[in-house]
Every structure is written in structure tokens, then in C-alpha cells.
């Protein structure tokens, strides 16, 4: 995938997310991968996922896999 400028991407913040600003944002700049950038810093940098990471990460997290407690 090309990099293109975090403009050219069409970010979403979770509704879950607070007015703090300790958030993160993604994106979907194609069909294959998910981009992902700090709130607090949108012309930062990102990290990119490809699908198949994307989804093992999602249910990782709702499986508890990161829970601190």
C-alpha cells in the first residue's frame, strides 16, 4: 500500500472514547489494511494492519487478552 498523508484518510475516534484526549483513531484506506494514529497527535505517525492482524487483535482484546486486572 502507498503511503499517503493522514488528510487523505478517513479517521474514526470510538464513541467509547472520553474527552481526556488518551484515545486513538482508525482508519480504512483500503481494502486490505487498518491504519491506526494517536488522537493527540493526528499528523503523527501510524501504524498500519493488515486485515488478518487487525481481527486477531479485535478478538484478542475482547477475549480479556490485555486486561491488566
Do not use: H
Not at 9 to 21: A, V
Amino acid at each position: 500500500m502507498a503511503v499517503q498523508p493522514n488528510s487523505a484518510f478517513s479517521w474514526t475516534k470510538s464513541s467509547y472514547s472520553g474527552g481526556n484526549g488518551a484515545c486513538v483513531e482508525i482508519a480504512v484506506p483500503a481494502v486490505t489494511a487498518i491504519a491506526v494514529r494517536d488522537s493527540k497527535d493526528p499528523d503523527g505517525p501510524r501504524l498500519t494492519f493488515g486485515n488478518s492482524s487487525w481481527a486477531r487483535f479485535v478478538s484478542d482484546l475482547a477475549g480479556g487478552a490485555f486486561d491488566l486486572a
